[in-house]
């Protein structure tokens, strides 16, 4: 096959170029310069995608040897991150982590492990923990102000729940910052993210709950510069913990737990969280009505009344509160309507 009528125009074409080259010297630098810069950012993109499919590749062999290991218990994956906070605070939160989260697992089994896949988001993060068959995965980052955060996403206890958001919490720079209370809060934050019931402390026996009570406790007087939610939730968690107690008969949270209510009342600012004000003030007026229970005083039951009705009333003023109102209202109209409808057809032989 004769080739010489396709490569005709581009010997025509190269050759008059060479002859405007040669008439225009000056050009030709230009023409150098523009096709080395061409050049150079043909090879960044081709190294790109060089190590864009080598992070991949990696990430894709991580994921299946953590889903190939047989260990028992819920897979606890300790990440890298695309922007690294310092190695400091990394070190010190994997070792709060590795400490301290056994703790809140309920006596649950679970294994730590470690991989080298640097997170990019919370996405990339939720595609790893599924593909790799974890459960919690968790990773520390540094924003562009300087502040770090540990960052965990958990998967969801059954299919019927939807995918659980990631959570942040900020993190101390200070070394100094840095004391066992702190570091066994965060372990609880971790903790929380993949186990929600701490926050539901009637779910669970007393000899299981009175360990993480006793550590919220402790935690809580120490007074950690832990993040400042994570701090309101543990708060929120005593109290109901402490309720929760003296509820099954434990005679020594009977009192504290009035204490305890107490304290977490004033934590917080109605203006700023009025649904965990009005659910603190309840909290509240239970544990005193239960303290009169053990030992009458009327002032106290007094007490006990006053916050739950402006628990009540802040309540009533919510838009939820009220729809649930006007669902409950329609629901009574409805079944009284239903009730007159059949005494009715019974009376008059309609049935």
């Given amino acids: 096959m004769?080739?010489?009528?396709?490569?005709?125009?581009?010997?025509?074409?190269?050759?008059?170029?060479?002859?405007?080259?040669?008439?225009?010297?000056?050009?030709?630098?230009?023409?150098?310069a523009v096709v080395s810069v061409l050049a150079l950012m043909m090879l960044a993109s081709l190294a790109l995608a060089v190590a864009t499919l080598a992070r991949s590749a990696q990430s894709a062999a991580q994921a299946s040897r953590i889903r190939r290991s047989d260990e028992p218990g819920a897979k606890v994956i300790l990440a890298r991150s695309a922007d690294p906070a310092s190695g400091f605070v990394r070190r010190q939160t994997e070792g709060a982590i590795e400490t301290h989260i056994g703790d809140y697992m309920?006596?649950?089994?679970?294994?730590?492990?470690?991989?080298?896949?640097?997170?990019?988001?919370?996405?990339?993060?939720?595609?790893?923990l599924r593909t790799s068959g974890g459960d919690i995965l968790v990773w520390t980052e540094r924003d562009r102000k300087g502040v770090s955060f540990v960052r965990v996403v958990s998967r969801p206890d059954g299919s019927a729940e939807k995918v659980r958001p990631a959570r942040a919490f900020r993190l101390p720079k200070e070394k100094a910052a840095w004391?066992?209370?702190?570091?066994?809060?965060?372990?609880?934050?971790?903790?929380?993210?993949?186990?929600?019931?701490?926050?539901?402390?009637q779910d669970?026996?007393?000899?299981?709950?009175?360990?993480?009570?006793d550590s919220l406790v402790a935690i809580l007087a120490e007074r950690p510069k832990a993040d400042s939610t994570l701090l309101l939730e543990m708060n929120d968690d005593l109290?109901?913990?402490?309720?929760?107690?003296?509820?099954?008969?434990?005679?020594?949270?009977?009192?504290?737990?009035?204490?305890?209510?107490?304290?977490?009342?004033?934590?917080?600012?109605?203006?700023?969280?009025?649904?965990r004000w009005a659910a603190a003030k309840i909290t509240l007026g239970r544990a005193l009505k239960l303290r009169c229970e053990r030992r009458f005083d009327p002032v106290m039951l007094q007490e006990s009344i006053t916050h739950l009705t402006e628990a009540m009333e802040a309540l009533r003023a919510e838009p939820r509160f009220k729809l649930?109102?006007?669902?409950?209202?329609?629901?009574?109209?409805?079944?009284?309507?239903?009730?007159?409808?059949?005494?009715?057809?019974?009376?008059?032989?309609?049935i």
Avoid at 2 to 13: C, G, K, M, V, W
Avoid at 185 to 198: E, Q, T
Avoid at 252 to 267: L, P, Q, T, Y
Wanted: charged share 25%; aromatic share 8%; glycine share 6%.
């Fill in 204 to 213: 669970f026996r007393p000899e299981r709950l009175r360990p993480v009570v």
């Fill in 2 to 32: 004769d080739f010489s009528s396709y490569l005709r125009p581009a010997e025509t074409l190269l050759a008059t170029a060479n002859a405007i080259l040669t008439r225009h010297p000056a050009w030709a630098g230009a023409a150098i």
């Fill in 324 to 350: 649930a109102e006007a669902a409950a209202q329609t629901i009574s109209d409805a079944q009284r309507l239903l009730a007159n409808r059949r005494r009715f057809s019974i009376s008059a032989g309609g």
């Fill in 106 to 128: 309920f006596g649950g089994a679970f294994n730590i492990v470690r991989t080298s896949v640097a997170v990019r988001d919370a996405e990339h993060a939720e595609r790893f």
């Fill in 239 to 275: 109290a109901a913990g402490a309720l929760q107690l003296a509820l099954a008969g434990e005679e020594d949270w009977i009192e504290r737990c009035v204490e305890i209510a107490r304290n977490g009342v004033a934590e917080i600012s109605r203006a700023a969280s009025p649904d």
């Fill in 179 to 201: 004391t066992p209370a702190l570091m066994r809060a965060i372990a609880y934050g971790v903790a929380k993210h993949y186990r929600p019931a701490l926050g539901r402390p």
